[in-house]
């Protein structure tokens, strides 16, 4: 799996993808009246700046050189209040960009995240979650360099080299040609600049999902590691995983430490050129010194943006990477989907039918095989078998975590493929052997922040189970707080509050997957007394490998290998002695050794 995360996240894609962006570009037409709000405001501060010179020439030429004060004067003045209106106009520009950016951000990580959540089981399966949370953090944020900084400010360096070369062929042609001359050298270095950055940047990104990789394998392991002493063996091989990331980031320094004096460098070589072409015509009195100084500046000026272009270089390669791997997550349609006319349904009796069912995870490799059986309304099912039987997959199609080969499954005589997910879900229960709790209170975490569950009915759910106990010795009862994934409370702590959720919801249909298996004796008899109450009125499915809690069922269902091979009550499964006579007789055994 870790390999799975290497190799998806060296994807890099091209510098640029037209089809990427015009996808990106989507998100942000929304706000178009911002993105052309920003560009105008852009035209008006790129033509600030080289106006700084021209000022300068003209304080040259027209006021030092005739000993005009006043006019310096006024120049002056002018130069500050072309600099505040510059700083006044970026403020606005650098607000309405950054705007521009965390909205379309919104937008963005807000879909990312709807769509995630409609993804069927099957995807997860298959997909590691650090990769799905580095795709709505890392990649989304890499996004709002791009809309905030990358698209609008890449016009304002267009727009900055087109006003200063205005400038320049309208003070002195002959002189721009001149300083021109070196673009051809600097073109090509920035050429091979890009390649070389390309290359250094992929290998960064390998040896840093590597990294990345080996972290989050590590620390959810690490117990395993410290149990072992594997401490040192394991520093190791991630000093050795690290070193190999220093080492591509060193070479990727190199070439922006190679770029950055060369354009320093054509920058003073062209700023040479100038001042020995221009000084020859000022000596000639064919040029002025006024426009020889404003050249020096805008030569300075028209290579900052050249300067930067590493920066938005590096800006555009991280998002069309990241956006082809977010947009590969958008197109992914493991989805169970409902039908075109999906049946609604407000109330259910709570009859089941599995009619000849075959069910596999990988096409052709069946977990169920021709499963048939019939739940009336307000039976207690029990379900059991040995581990890999086919007990939770039988869950998981019922509740359509997954859809089924072939086959049917009705409700009341309704193909559940036919029923709106919502509603079929709407009357489902489900409480299993891992518990997961959210951050929050116990009182969220058993009513879910459902508007409709009242304070009352969270409060007699805990009673019923028998949580109130524990719950009611706590600081804040029902209010105290559940620290990520319940790390504060035990694990039959944390099997009772998620007991008290799924009897919250007041569901026709309850499943219990192994739900008491990881209580004590204690806790299982209140929960076994709980269940008595609770499942009057109610169909159950109930999957246990401790078959003295399902001794009452009205029907166990027996499963071997995918397949059903005994159906009956507890007795009746006595008397034939079979499977579920073997199992029975298994743990009556063991019972007795644990009792001597």
């Known amino acids: 799996m870790a390999q799975d995360v290497r190799v998806d996240d060296e994807v890099l894609g091209k510098a640029y993808d037209a089809r990427l962006m015009k996808r990106l570009l989507g998100y942000v037409k929304p706000y178009k009246k911002y993105v052309v709000f920003a560009i105008l405001l852009n035209i008006v501060v790129a033509a600030l700046g080289p106006v700084r010179p021209y000022l300068t020439k003209i304080a040259v ?72 949370v580095t795709r709505t953090t890392n990649d989304v944020e890499s996004l709002n360099e791009l809309f905030s900084s990358g698209i609008v400010m890449v016009f304002s360096d267009v727009f900055i080299v087109l006003w200063i070369l205005g400038f320049m062929f309208f003070l002195d042609w002959e002189l721009s040609l001149v300083t021109l001359s070196v673009l051809p050298v600097l073109f090509y270095g920035t050429f091979l600049f890009r390649k070389k950055v390309r290359e250094t940047y992929r290998d960064v990104r390998f040896h840093l999902a590597r990294l990345n990789s080996y972290m989050q394998e590590h620390i959810t392991g690490i117990s395993v590691v410290q149990i072992f002493n594997k401490e040192e063996d394991e520093l190791k091989k991630f000093s050795g995983i690290n070193a190999d990331h220093r080492k591509a980031n060193i070479n990727s320094i190199f070439y922006y430490a190679v770029f950055y004096p060369g354009v320093e460098f054509l920058s003073a070589v062209a700023i040479g050129l100038i001042i020995w072409y221009g000084g020859g015509e000022v000596i000639q009195n064919t040029l002025t010194l006024g426009t020889l100084f404003a050249f020096i500046q805008y030569t300075e000026m028209f290579f900052r943006p050249i300067r930067d272009l590493s920066e938005k270089y590096n800006i555009m390669q ?56 019939n739940i009336n309304p307000g039976e207690t099912v029990a379900i059991v078998g040995a581990t890999g039987a086919g007990k939770t997959s039988t869950i998981n199609i019922f509740t359509r975590f997954y859809d089924i080969n072939k086959g049917k499954i009705l409700l009341d005589g309704i193909d559940i493929r036919d029923i709106d997910k919502n509603d079929l879900r709407k009357h489902i229960a489900v409480v299993l052997q891992d518990v997961f709790l959210f951050s929050g209170t116990i009182k969220s975490n058993i009513g879910m922040n459902n508007p409709l569950i009242t304070d009352q009915q969270i409060e007699e759910a805990a009673r019923l189970v028998g949580a109130d106990k524990f719950i009611e010795m706590l600081p804040k009862k029902y209010n105290e707080e559940v620290k ?62 401790r078959l003295s809690t399902i001794q009452n069922a009205d029907k166990i269902i027996v499963m071997h290998k995918g397949e059903i091979r005994e159906i009956g009550n507890h007795q009746e499964l006595l008397a034939k002695r079979g499977i579920y006579y073997k199992l029975y007789q298994l743990q009556y055994k063991d019972q007795e050794l644990v009792k001597t």
Not at 340 to 347: E, F, G, K, T
Not at 511 to 533: F, G
């Open 61 to 132: 030429d027209d006021s030092i050189a005739n000993n005009d004060y006043t006019g310096l004067l006024y120049i002056s003045l002018l130069l500050l209040a072309t600099l505040l209106f510059q700083s006044f106009m970026q403020y606005f520009l650098t607000y309405y960009t950054q705007y521009l950016g965390q909205k379309t951000i919104l937008d963005l990580r807000t879909q990312l995240f709807t769509h995630t959540q409609k993804l069927a089981a099957k995807f997860f399966d298959k997909t590691p979650i650090g990769r799905i």
């Open 318 to 373: 991280t998002a069309m990477a990241s956006s082809e791997r977010i947009f590969k997550l958008f197109d992914n349609q493991t989805i169970i989907k409902n039908s075109d006319n999906p049946v609604n349904l407000d109330s259910i009796e709570g009859k089941i039918e599995f009619q000849n069912v075959w069910f596999a995870y990988n096409e052709d490799e069946y977990i169920l095989k021709d499963i048939s059986f």
């Open 484 to 545: 990520e994934r319940g790390a504060t409370f035990s694990v039959g702590q944390k099997q009772l509050i998620s007991f008290a959720r799924a009897l919250a919801y007041n569901p026709q249909i309850l499943i219990l997957d192994e739900a008491t298996s990881s209580v004590d004796t204690e806790t299982e008899i209140l929960i076994q007394n709980a269940i008595q109450k609770l499942l009057v009125g109610r169909t159950a499915i109930v999957i246990a490998h």
